[in-house]
C-alpha cells in the first residue's frame, strides 16, 4: 500500500468562495479517462466492495464526509474524507469500501479508465488468489 496516500490539492481562498484544482501531472497522478460520483447513500449502506486490477482513482468528499477502507489482502487502511481540498489515491490491485456516509454526502471519483467490468475483482476470497 505504499503508493496509496492523501493528496493535498490546492485551495484558493477569496472571500467570494475558495475553489480547488486538479490537473493531471501536478496533483493527479494519472490520466482522468472517467468520472463518475456517489451520492444519496441510505445511512448504514457500504459502496463499493471490490478491487480493480487496472484502475487507478482519486476519490474526494466534495460534501459532507465518508470512510474509504482499503485492504490489501494483509492490512487495512480507514480514512476519513470531510474536506473537498483532500483526495485519496487509490492505486490497482488494492480491495476497497466506503462507508460511514453522512447526510448529503456525495463522493466525487476520479478515474484513471473507462468502464470495465473485466477490470473488477468482486469477491474478496478471489481478490486474495489473484493477489498471489
Same mark, same amino acid.
Given at each position: +500500500?505504499? #503508493? $496509496?496516500?492523501?493528496?493535498?490539492?490546492? #485551495? &484558493?481562498?477569496?472571500?467570494?468562495?475558495? $475553489?480547488?484544482?486538479?490537473?493531471?501531472?501536478?496533483?493527479?497522478?494519472?490520466?482522468? #479517462? *472517467?468520472?463518475?460520483?456517489? @451520492?444519496? &447513500?441510505? !445511512? !448504514?449502506?457500504?459502496?463499493?466492495?471490490?478491487?480493480?486490477?487496472?484502475?487507478?482513482? =482519486?476519490?474526494?468528499? %466534495?460534501?459532507?464526509?465518508? /470512510?474509504?477502507?482499503?485492504?490489501?489482502?494483509?492490512?487495512?487502511? *480507514?480514512?476519513?474524507?470531510?474536506?473537498? @481540498?483532500? !483526495?485519496?489515491?487509490?492505486?490497482?490491485? =488494492?480491495?476497497?469500501? +466506503? /462507508?460511514?456516509?453522512?447526510?448529503?454526502?456525495?463522493? =466525487?471519483?476520479?478515474?484513471?479508465? =473507462? @468502464? /470495465?467490468?473485466? /477490470?473488477?475483482?468482486?469477491? @474478496?476470497?478471489?481478490? $486474495? %488468489?489473484? #493477489?498471489?
Amino acid at each position: +500500500m505504499n #503508493k $496509496l496516500r492523501i493528496i493535498d490539492l490546492p #485551495k &484558493v481562498e477569496d472571500p467570494r468562495g475558495n $475553489l480547488t484544482i486538479i490537473e493531471y501531472g501536478k496533483n493527479l497522478p494519472f490520466q482522468m #479517462k *472517467r468520472v463518475y460520483w456517489i @451520492y444519496d &447513500v441510505p !445511512g !448504514g449502506q457500504t459502496r463499493g466492495g471490490h478491487a480493480f486490477k487496472n484502475q487507478l482513482e =482519486l476519490v474526494i468528499a %466534495l460534501s459532507g464526509s465518508f /470512510d474509504v477502507v482499503v485492504n490489501d489482502g494483509t492490512q487495512e487502511n *480507514r480514512f476519513h474524507l470531510n474536506r473537498s @481540498y483532500f !483526495g485519496l489515491y487509490i492505486p490497482n490491485g =488494492l480491495w476497497r469500501h +466506503m /462507508d460511514n456516509f453522512s447526510t448529503n454526502s456525495v463522493a =466525487l471519483v476520479l478515474s484513471s479508465t =473507462l @468502464y /470495465d467490468e473485466n /477490470d473488477y475483482i468482486r469477491d @474478496y476470497q478471489n481478490y $486474495l %488468489l489473484w #493477489k498471489k
